[in-house]
């Protein structure tokens, strides 16, 4: 497809890697001549230096025949204003990233009236992702699928479960949970494992199942499943805030702690349930008297990766807390993952997920749709759910008869809201809405999972 990207920031350029992997004709916009050149010199796009709002640009662009605008600038008003001229002056589907909470809460009229095909708040999106996290606070990372019905956890394999030595068969025929061990992590190597592929302690094992299921499985190797109680959170900004008015509401008491007096006494009338303290998050004591010791969760999204790294390794060290660590930059993502630094958040990664799961979607939006998309395994893998309309080559056959792809699970069928994991005599049927799990990039229909003939 032909997709216009408007803003070569953090996201921009995340989204123009990945979307360039799936091999989609790209052309990026932004003011600042050396973000374009380095992405041109790494990508093969096309770049263009100037204002997206402007109508000689885009047309330059070739915004008549695109089929996406992605507007993803460091502006609001900017990145709306991009998406309705876009509108006006071709049939393109329009993506605004929109961060600012006055908007959030007139997201729909500004959808509607504006005619934008998809608005995405990445900070909005990472506080939901946060907040599933101290709900379940034993995995390291919770992605839902099937309007929750579903759901995808990433736990480390701990010596006091006595897991270490099984196969996955072993492990399901012991603990009889309905849940499918979709993905392991060890080292550098990445694992979608069969059967009899064989655990070993400290893996990083992701699972699949009902939060009901799930639960049950935890409980049987013995893991701590109830959300926590509190939460100090260091970093008032915009992701902090919409973190904790999302705690408050799930009743955890939250502690706030931010520098900007003015921001200060902003956050207090915004969230008047929130104990907010003026203060600086990396000192010491004030962390100690503010409760770091007997917190239940500690989560640090400061604008500097360094100090979020650093805060978490210290509260590692003094408390039980669960830590979630916001980190913008993956230059040294290698050295991040090794540290040890409970659930890392990436807010780019969560926005162009989402983004791509719209343009993959688009593609075919006849036989099945994506719904659902995230990367998973370090990045490693894709978990995808799709809506099957209709008869196809995957369609009422059983699973065991299915020649499918190298590297890939079908991980979950929902049937009319009823979920079921999958075994090999089990069928796909139009109406059903289907998880995969995979190596192979760039699924766009459900077809896509069989080997070529």
Do not use: W
Not at 67 to 85: F, R, Y
Not at 380 to 398: D, H, M, N, W, Y
């Amino acid at each position: 497809m032909n997709i216009i990207i408007i803003g070569c920031g953090k996201v921009g350029s995340t989204l123009a890697e990945e979307l360039c992997e799936e091999d989609h004709e790209l052309t990026v916009i932004d003011k600042n001549p050396q973000k374009i050149q380095e992405l041109c010199e790494n990508l093969d796009i096309m770049g263009i230096c100037g204002n997206g709002s402007s109508i000689q640009v885009l047309s330059e662009a070739g915004v008549e025949e695109a089929d996406i605008l992605i507007a993803v600038t460091g502006s609001d008003e900017l990145n709306l204003l991009c998406c309705l001229i876009a509108k006006k002056v071709s049939q393109c589907h329009t993506i605004a990233r929109v961060r600012n909470p006055i908007y959030n809460k007139e997201i729909h009229f500004i959808k509607k009236q504006l005619g934008i095909s998809m608005i995405i708040n990445p900070e909005s999106a990472a506080a939901m992702e946060i907040s599933r996290l101290l709900r379940f606070p034993s995995a390291i990372k919770l992605d839902t699928f099937s309007k929750g019905r579903v759901e995808l956890l990433k736990f480390k394999l701990l010596p006091e479960f006595k897991l270490g030595g099984m196969t996955v068969a072993q492990i399901m025929d012991r603990l009889r949970c309905d849940i499918l061990v979709c993905g392991v992590e060890r080292g550098e190597q990445t694992f979608i494992p069969s059967g009899d592929f064989i655990l070993q302690d400290l893996d990083l094992v992701s699972i699949i199942a009902s939060p009901k299921n799930s639960n049950q499985f935890f409980k049987k190797i013995g893991v701590h499943t109830h959300q926590v109680k509190n939460a100090l959170i260091v970093g008032g900004g915009t992701l902090g805030y919409y973190l904790a008015a999302l705690l408050s509401d799930m009743k955890i008491r939250v502690t706030l702690i931010e520098s900007n007096r003015e921001r200060c006494e902003e956050l207090s009338e915004l969230l008047p349930s929130v104990t907010v303290i003026c203060g600086d998050g990396t000192d010491k004591k004030l962390l100690l008297e503010e409760g770091l010791t007997e917190a239940e969760s500690f989560v640090t999204l400061t604008n500097l990766d360094e100090e979020n790294i650093l805060l978490s390794l210290f509260a590692k060290k003094i408390s039980h807390a669960k830590l979630i660590t916001k980190v913008n930059r993956i230059a040294f993502d290698d050295i991040v993952d090794g540290l040890d630094l409970g659930s890392v958040i990436h807010p780019k990664y969560i926005t162009s997920d989402y983004i791509l799961q719209y343009v993959r979607a688009m593609k075919n939006s006849v036989g099945s749709n994506v719904e659902t998309l995230y990367h998973i395994l370090d990045g490693q893998a894709e978990a995808l759910e799709f809506a099957v309309r209709e008869k196809s080559a995957v369609t009422g056959i059983p699973l065991s008869e299915l020649k499918l792809k190298n590297n890939l699970l079908i991980a979950c069928i929902n049937r009319n809201g009823l979920i079921q994991i999958p075994r090999g005599h089990d069928t796909i049927q139009p109406g059903d809405t289907v998880i995969v799990v995979t190596t192979a990039k760039g699924l766009n229909d459900l077809s896509d999972i069989l080997q070529m003939k």
